[in-house]
C-alpha cells in the first residue's frame, strides 16, 4: 500500500483536516480508497454530497475547529499522519479577517500540534498564489521567492503566511511536505471556491478574460498528496498543476460542455473594473455574493505559466487527466446533480 522507506510503515491511520472541504473530500476518497483509517474533522454535520456515501460511512468523523486548539488536540490523538487541508478561501474583504485566522493561526496550531505528537508526516495543502502571481506571463517553479505586489491577493498572503508556520515545524522537526495546486477544477458544491466557476458559465456569465492560469483536477491534488503522505520527502514544496490555459479557452471548455452560450464580452483592464464594480452594486442590492471581486478580476487579467515538473520526477508513473476530460466529467456531474436536486441553480 505505502511506498518502501515510508514514514508511516504499512497502513496507518490518518487525519484530514477540512474533510467536508472540496480538496478535502476527495483526499478522504482516495485515502479511504487506498485501504486507510480516516479521521476527519468537521465543523458540521453536512457531508459533502458529490463525494459516495459508501466513502463517507467508513470515515471516522469528529466534531472540531482548527482554531479550537482542545477539540483539535483530541482529534490527532492515535493518529500516524496529517493532511491539512482545511483553508477558507475567499476574496470577499468581510470576510478577510476570518480567512487569516483560519488559514494562519489554524496552520499554526496543526503544526503546533503534530510537533507535540510526534506526528510522523503532515502534507500542508497550500495553493499557487502562496508562490504570488506575474503579470507578464513568467513560467514559475518551485524556486520562485515571495515577492509584495498588487497581483497578489489577500487569500494569496494569507497562505503564504500559512507555509511560513509549515517552515518553521519542518525546521523544528517535523517531517512534512507542502504541496501548492493550482486553480482546482471538478465535481464540488458549485456554491464555493473555484467549483464557482462552473455555476457562472452554466448561468451564461457574459464576461471572459485573457489571463491566463494554471489549472488541475481535483482527483491528482488528492492522488498528490496521498502519494507525497507515502514518501519519506521532507523539507519540499511542490507544484501540482496539470496545464495552463487562457482563462476564456476553461471557459469556452466548461460552456461547450453544458451546451450553454460562450462568455462574448471580453474584459480588459479597463471593463474589469467596470465589471467587478458593477457586480460590487448589484451585491449590495441583492444580497448575494458578486460572481466577479476586485480581486478575482485581478486575477483574470495576470498571465502565469506554472510548471509541474518537480512533482512529476518526484512520482515517477504519475501522471495528469488532461482538463478536457476533467472537464467534461465535472459538467455531466454537476448535471446529473441539477437534475436529481442535489445541487440548486
Same mark, same amino acid.
Given at each position: 500500500?505505502?511506498?518502501?522507506?515510508?514514514?508511516?510503515?504499512?497502513?496507518?491511520?490518518?487525519?484530514?483536516?477540512?474533510?467536508?472541504?472540496?480538496?478535502?473530500?476527495?483526499?478522504?476518497?482516495?485515502?479511504?480508497?487506498?485501504?486507510?483509517?480516516?479521521?476527519?474533522?468537521?465543523?458540521?454535520?453536512?457531508?459533502?454530497?458529490?463525494?459516495?456515501?459508501?466513502?463517507?460511512?467508513?470515515?471516522?468523523?469528529?466534531?472540531g475547529d482548527i482554531l479550537?486548539?482542545?477539540?483539535?488536540?483530541?482529534?490527532?490523538?492515535?493518529?500516524?499522519?496529517?493532511?491539512?487541508?482545511?483553508?477558507?478561501?475567499?476574496?470577499?474583504?468581510?470576510?478577510?479577517?476570518?480567512?487569516?485566522?483560519?488559514?494562519?493561526?489554524?496552520?499554526?496550531?496543526?503544526?503546533?500540534?503534530?510537533?507535540?505528537?510526534?506526528?510522523?508526516?503532515?502534507?500542508?495543502?497550500?495553493?499557487?498564489?502562496?508562490?504570488?502571481?506575474?503579470?507578464?506571463?513568467?513560467?514559475?517553479?518551485?524556486?520562485?521567492?515571495?515577492?509584495?505586489?498588487?497581483?497578489?491577493?489577500?487569500?494569496?498572503?494569507?497562505?503564504?503566511?500559512?507555509?511560513?508556520?509549515?517552515?518553521?515545524?519542518?525546521?523544528?522537526?517535523?517531517?512534512?511536505?507542502?504541496?501548492?495546486?493550482?486553480? /482546482? @477544477?471538478?465535481?464540488? *458544491?458549485?456554491?464555493? &471556491?473555484?467549483?464557482? !466557476?462552473?455555476?457562472?458559465?452554466?448561468? #451564461? %456569465?457574459?464576461?471572459?478574460?485573457?489571463?491566463?492560469?494554471?489549472f488541475v483536477d481535483v482527483?491528482?491534488?488528492?492522488?498528490?498528496? /496521498? @502519494?507525497?503522505?507515502? *514518501?519519506?520527502?521532507? &523539507?519540499?514544496?511542490? !507544484?501540482?498543476?496539470?496545464?495552463?490555459? #487562457? %482563462?476564456?479557452?476553461?471557459?469556452?471548455?466548461?460552456?461547450?460542455?453544458?451546451?450553454?452560450?460562450?462568455?462574448?464580452?471580453?474584459?480588459?483592464?479597463?471593463?474589469?473594473?467596470?465589471?467587478?464594480?458593477?457586480?460590487? !452594486?448589484?451585491?449590495?442590492?441583492?444580497?448575494?455574493?458578486?460572481?466577479?471581486?476586485?480581486?478575482?478580476?485581478?486575477?483574470?487579467?495576470?498571465?502565469?505559466?506554472?510548471?509541474?515538473?518537480?512533482?512529476?520526477?518526484?512520482?515517477?508513473?504519475?501522471?495528469?487527466?488532461?482538463?478536457?476530460?476533467?472537464?467534461?466529467?465535472?459538467?455531466?456531474?454537476?448535471?446529473?446533480?441539477?437534475?436529481?436536486?442535489?445541487?440548486?441553480?
Amino acid at each position: 500500500m505505502t511506498h518502501q522507506n515510508s514514514p508511516l510503515g504499512v497502513g496507518g491511520k490518518i487525519l484530514v483536516t477540512g474533510g467536508t472541504g472540496f480538496i478535502g473530500a476527495y483526499i478522504i476518497k482516495e485515502l479511504v480508497e487506498k485501504g486507510y483509517s480516516v479521521r476527519a474533522i468537521r465543523r458540521s454535520n453536512k457531508l459533502p454530497f458529490f463525494i459516495s456515501p459508501g466513502i463517507l460511512n467508513k470515515v471516522e468523523w469528529v466534531s472540531g475547529d482548527i482554531l479550537d486548539v482542545m477539540s483539535l488536540d483530541e482529534a490527532m490523538r492515535g493518529v500516524d499522519a496529517v493532511i491539512h487541508s482545511a483553508a477558507l478561501v475567499s476574496f470577499f474583504k468581510k470576510e478577510r479577517k476570518q480567512m487569516y485566522q483560519v488559514n494562519v493561526e489554524g496552520t499554526a496550531n496543526v503544526v503546533n500540534l503534530a510537533l507535540e505528537h510526534n506526528m510522523k508526516r503532515l502534507v500542508h495543502i497550500s495553493s499557487i498564489s502562496a508562490l504570488g502571481r506575474t503579470a507578464s506571463g513568467e513560467h514559475v517553479t518551485e524556486e520562485k521567492k515571495w515577492m509584495t505586489s498588487k497581483l497578489n491577493t489577500h487569500y494569496g498572503i494569507s497562505k503564504q503566511k500559512a507555509e511560513m508556520e509549515v517552515w518553521r515545524a519542518m525546521g523544528e522537526g517535523l517531517s512534512a511536505v507542502i504541496i501548492n495546486p493550482s486553480t /482546482v @477544477l471538478g465535481f464540488g *458544491d458549485w456554491h464555493y &471556491g473555484s467549483c464557482a !466557476i462552473f455555476k457562472n458559465i452554466y448561468k #451564461e %456569465f457574459p464576461w471572459y478574460s485573457t489571463g491566463i492560469n494554471g489549472f488541475v483536477d481535483v482527483g491528482d491534488v488528492a492522488r498528490t498528496a /496521498v @502519494l507525497l503522505m507515502e *514518501d519519506n520527502i521532507s &523539507g519540499e514544496r511542490f !507544484i501540482v498543476n496539470s496545464d495552463n490555459w #487562457e %482563462f476564456r479557452k476553461l471557459f469556452n471548455a466548461i460552456a461547450d460542455a453544458f451546451g450553454k452560450k460562450r462568455p462574448s464580452r471580453e474584459a480588459g483592464v479597463f471593463l474589469s473594473g467596470i465589471a467587478w464594480r458593477l457586480e460590487k !452594486i448589484k451585491s449590495l442590492l441583492t444580497g448575494k455574493k458578486p460572481l466577479l471581486t476586485k480581486e478575482t478580476a485581478k486575477i483574470g487579467i495576470s498571465k502565469t505559466f506554472w510548471e509541474n515538473g518537480k512533482i512529476l520526477k518526484a512520482l515517477p508513473g504519475f501522471s495528469f487527466m488532461p482538463l478536457e476530460q476533467s472537464i467534461s466529467l465535472a459538467c455531466k456531474n454537476y448535471g446529473q446533480a441539477i437534475n436529481s436536486g442535489q445541487l440548486k441553480l
